[in-house]
């Protein structure tokens, strides 16, 4: 199979996605890449400090910068950060040249798995109720993805086998 397109997996902060990037490229022998991780790795800094430290708005121009550095590479399993997609740039990249995956989970789920997590600066210290607005406010730019993949029922291992189904389907 030779497609040369990325397998783009996108969605909420805890939905898996760097999870089930790893198990992918493992699958289909492709280079697996983290866009929270290399933005770490060049800020030389966690991602909850450079939200402290710099903004919100510093932070969104790296990530900016280097997802689309990587999208424009072909071949890997990408999964972005969680408010990468809401990105005009990013997502109007990721919709035309890549195959896009939103992992999608219930809101109920999506906040037991990030709720005062430190590592996750817009979900410390913030109410159920204010995640809950991010999580529909992001749904509707998410739905934008070219599949949606629920995940609420299904092991890590279903997740990939249907995302391999479709990408070999390509």
Do not use: Q
């Not at 770490?40 to 430290?53: G, M, P, R, T």
């Not at 037991?112 to 913030?126: C, D, E, G, M, Q």
């Not at 949606?148 to 029922?153: L, P, T, V, W």
Request: net charge positive; with cysteine; proline share 1%.
């Amino acid at each position: 199979m030779e497609l040369n397109k990325n397998i783009v997996l996108l969605g909420m902060m805890g939905s898996g996605k760097s999870t089930i990037g790893y198990l992918l490229s493992k699958k289909l022998d492709l280079k697996f890449k983290d866009i929270d991780k290399i933005i770490e790795k060049k800020a030389n800094n966690k991602i909850s400090e450079i939200f402290l430290s710099k903004g919100e708005e510093y932070f969104r121009k790296l990530e900016e910068k280097i997802t689309l550095k990587i999208l424009n590479s072909e071949k890997n399993i990408i999964a972005l950060g969680g408010g990468a997609f809401i990105n005009k740039n990013i997502r109007k990249e990721v919709l035309s040249k890549n195959l896009s995956f939103w992992l999608y989970w219930n809101s109920s789920t999506i906040i037991n798995r990030i709720s005062n997590n430190k590592k996750r600066p817009l979900a410390f210290n913030v109410s159920n109720i204010k995640i809950n607005e991010l999580i529909l406010s992001r749904s509707k730019i998410y739905s934008e993805a070219e599949y949606k993949i629920n995940c609420e029922k299904l092991s890590k291992n279903m997740i990939v086998k249907k995302i391999i189904k479709i990408y070999e389907k390509k």
